[in-house]
């Protein structure tokens, strides 16, 4: 039985499903992978099958924040991408319908992908990387992480930015339903909670130490612990980060990951000045351009564009990062304490949960970052003993609990449920 795997968005969110894909493959599973035309790379290390759908976000979003960049009109050309996402939503769907043909069960994320298996007429896993489901336990990791209003506020969180994102995506699921599968479309009010009455089997990405299993939640939704890659067995650094490492004490590694800057020259500005305060040197991650590429490495810093983080966060002093959720995951995983700088999503989210399980500082919001402000906080993650040893016995704790294993003995279940006659 062929199992596809739709995965679509920044690597932080494919590289999860590359390595359930992995372990599935590694079981005698026959997989694919579905994810956008950039991970094909990522996907051949790991000799996993691959289709590519849709379009290479990252560079379609940097060549729309060039332009913001270069016309300071933001408003007009985020009102164009709107139409022109809707394109490639529809592109998407296409390369998605065509790509998962053959396949006995879809793993995938949302309504869009249970519309392809629905279709097909094969089951349906969600793979999810966020704690959505409805519950009294915390808010919506998208809600306000200050607001502590008890259980009664937490739930209708969940329940308010459900309907609310369904909203947003709700015109291209039900173009996908009816123009490209045939389905009626979905009502006003959303398929997420049938999907949960039903029973439909839903595996959280994370560990249940990061975020422990709500009481409250159906039987059939599960947190497995992460899904990670092993660490590169072949890999070795380019040699200017090699020599940046052997030259000095640990650095930090500062790096935003997906996330976008207008002006990414201030904010690696900040970062010099904030380093320079606090006497650390640094490993920068350019990312998708939160950072600015352009500048020269030196003494203190040393840029690099595509560097595995299983290799090279546990080397680091600290980790200062935006919060999402895979980087999160990797910082974890590290053993290394956490600096969350979040720009938006569900990055408060996270780093509220970095500084609430005491292997990191406070998380510093992007919007009036200061330089003074992450120095603070750089020296608190390097100097603090308690942080270092918690982070420590956390990283230890998750790197023992084989995430993509559970998700396998769940999978199973709905194997032998599927060949059954």
Known sequence: MEIALIAYGSRGDVQPFVALARALSLVGQQVRLLAPPTFASLAADHDIPFAPIGADIEAHLRTRMQAIRETGNAVRLLWSLRDEMRSLVAAVALDTWQAVQGAALVIGTGPASASVAERLRVPFIEGALQPLTPTR???SPVAP????????????????????????????TNSLRTQVLSLPPYSFLGPLGEMRKHGLLRLYAYSPRVVPRPDDW??????TGYWFLPPPSEWAPPEPLAKFLAAGPPPLYIG???MLAREPQKLTALVSEALAKSGQRAVLGEGWGALDGTM???????FVKDV?????????????HHGGAGTTGEALRSGVPSVVVPFGFDQPFWGQRVA???????????????????????????????????????????????GTQHALEHISRVLRIAQKP
């Open 137 to 139: 336990a915390f808010p």
């Open 145 to 172: 992480p200050w607001l502590h209003l008890g259980g009664g506020y937490n739930q209708l969180t969940h329940h308010v930015f459900e309907r609310a994102f369904w909203q947003l995506f709700r015109g291209n």
């Open 218 to 223: 159906p039987s059939h939704h599960q947190v």
């Open 256 to 258: 935003f990951g997906s």
């Open 296 to 302: 020269l490495s030196s003494e203190q810093v040393c």
């Open 308 to 320: 595995p983080h299983q290799w090279l966060l546990p080397k680091m002093a600290a980790i200062v």
């Open 356 to 402: 609430a399980l005491g292997v990191g500082v406070a998380p510093l919001p992007r919007r009036g970052l200061s330089a003074p402000a992450l120095a603070a906080a750089i020296d608190r993650a390097v100097s603090d003993p308690l942080i270092r040893e918690r982070a420590a016995q956390l990283g230890a704790a998750i790197q023992a609990e084989h």
